[in-house]
């Protein structure tokens, strides 16, 4: 008689901790969407337009947007900073 076991025990794969991660920073950044698939598939940290990296671990929605990220993304558009 053959038998065969499956092992239903479920693989994650950890995230790396980063050290500005839950730094107190309460505000919404510009990142690219192909970062944030990226990190979220990968796990790797994403950068945002004014220079902040970190592994998101959530949704920013509510939060005001970050007034680097904010003026850089007016300058990219060809507005002003408002």
Same mark, same amino acid.
């Given at each position: 008689m053959i038998t065969s076991m499956t092992d239903t025990r479920e693989l994650t794969k950890p995230r790396a901790s980063d050290p500005t991660d +839950? !730094? +107190? !920073?309460? %505000? &919404?950044?510009? %990142?690219?969407k192909d970062d944030i698939v990226r990190s979220? %598939? $990968? +796990?790797v940290p994403v950068k &945002?337009?004014? +220079?902040? $990296?970190?592994i998101p671990h959530r949704v920013p929605d509510?939060?005001?947007v970050c007034a680097t990220c904010k003026k850089i993304m007016a300058s990219l558009r060809g507005g002003g900073a408002n």
């Open positions: +839950g !730094d +107190g !920073d309460n %505000v &919404a950044h510009y %990142v690219r979220n %598939v $990968e +796990g &945002a337009l004014c +220079g902040k $990296e970190w509510g939060l005001p």
